[in-house]
């Protein structure tokens, strides 16, 4: 679901089925935070693992490698906000 989006930024609600993940990449131009609704996830951003908990957020820097993990039995639900918006600015590792 797309809360925000223009020319300056994104906001969206994701929801991560349980033992999925998204593909590593890295973005050019965006930095983004990830901001746990419910459940609890693992994301790497440049080799290091966090494990975010309901009400934490992480920001991920443009430039570094990330990945997030749904690595538990239940849904994960979060917000990603992304300054610029992130359309056409995704490289897969």
């Known amino acids: 679901m797309v ?5 300056e930024q994104t906001i969206i609600l ?3 089925p349980p ?3 998204e593909q590593r990449h890295y973005h050019k131009h965006a930095q983004q935070l990830f ?3 419910r459940g609890t996830a693992l994301i790497e951003i440049d080799g290091t693992v966090y494990e975010l908990h309901e009400q934490e957020a992480i920001e991920v820097e443009k430039g570094l490698p990330h990945q997030i993990f ?3 039995e239940e849904a994960v639900d979060f917000l990603v906000i992304s300054q610029p918006p992130t ?3 995704r490289y897969p590792l």
Do not use: A, G, P, V
């Open 87 to 89: 359309t056409n600015d």
């Open 3 to 7: 809360f925000c989006q223009n020319d």
């Open 35 to 37: 901001f746990i609704l």
């Open 70 to 72: 749904n690595k538990s």
């Open 19 to 21: 033992h999925t993940m």
């Open 14 to 16: 994701e929801k991560m």
